[in-house]
């Protein structure tokens, strides 16, 4: 689990830090979603959350408009990739969800018409 100390520090680093600390994030957790770690990914997009608000509390200056401009597309790319994921695990579970439902119910019958 991320630390609130970890969270706390990522929030104290100089703007440039936190934005790189920013993407860092997003592209672990587009790694970890590809292996399949959800748990993983969901602790760090609460990580990312805490540190974008506090990137996003002050204005941008001009200067760093254009770099956070591109990282946040870069971001959305990376969130598109990992809702993806998340879609096609979801139709798994669902599937192999299913299929435990057909198995209870041919139990169920089997069980009610034993002797």
């Not at 748990?39 to 941008?60: G, N």
């Not at 408009?65 to 591109?70: K, V």
């Not at 969800?97 to 169920?108: D, E, H, M, P, Q």
Request: hydrophobic content about 35%.
């Amino acid at each position: 689990m991320i630390s609130t100390a970890s969270t706390a520090q990522s929030c104290a680093l100089p703007r440039d830090g936190q934005w790189l600390s920013i993407l860092h994030l997003a592209r672990s957790m587009r790694q970890e979603a590809r292996l399949g770690e959800w748990q993983k990914v969901m602790e760090r997009e609460s990580e990312r959350q805490q540190i974008l608000l506090a990137f996003f509390s002050k204005p941008l200056s001009h200067e760093e408009s254009q770099d956070i401009a591109n990282g946040i597309h870069e971001i959305l790319e990376i969130d598109k990739e990992i809702f993806s994921l998340g879609k096609q695990r979801m139709k798994g579970l669902s599937s192999r969800l299913s299929t435990i439902r057909t198995g209870s119910k041919a139990v169920s019958i089997y069980s009610s018409n034993k002797p």
